[in-house]
């Protein structure tokens, strides 16, 4: 299993980015796929999950109406496109396969990208 996030950078506040993961090494359209942030001295969040199909969506509530999720499964890509952007948005963003139940294990199974940067500025 292998992902790869890129698009992070720094911008301002209301800035907008777009975020992508390359997927390989696994049937890419077989699995939920999920979102995480993790902020300097805070935990895990997760962000965002998208169903298999990229049917269903579901975003947490510090996120909403603002970040965008979607998948390309004939490019084995996930995207998250992020906009109106505050500092509480700076944190190093995580591509994982499977759902916001099982974070855990797929950490502990390698199952996360290697995370990609965003910074805010006010």
């Known amino acids: 299993v292998r992902l790869v996030e890129s698009g992070g950078g720094m911008v301002h506040t209301g800035g907008s980015l777009r975020l992508s993961c390359a997927a390989s090494?696994?049937?890419?359209?077989?699995?939920?796929m999920t979102w995480v942030r993790q902020a300097p001295g805070k935990g895990p969040e997760w962000v965002s999950v998208i169903s298999t199909g990229g049917g269903s969506t579901y975003y947490a509530d510090s996120v909403k109406g603002r970040f965008a999720i979607s998948r390309d499964n004939a490019k084995n890509m996930l995207y998250l496109e992020m906009n109106s952007l505050t500092p509480e948005d700076t944190a190093l963003y995580y591509c994982?396969?499977?759902?916001?139940?099982?974070?855990?294990?797929?950490?502990?199974?390698?199952?996360w990208g290697q995370g990609t940067q965003v910074t805010v500025s006010s």
């Open positions: 090494g696994f049937s890419f359209s077989s699995y939920d």
């Open positions: 994982v396969r499977g759902d916001p139940t099982t974070l855990r294990t797929a950490r502990k199974q390698g199952y």
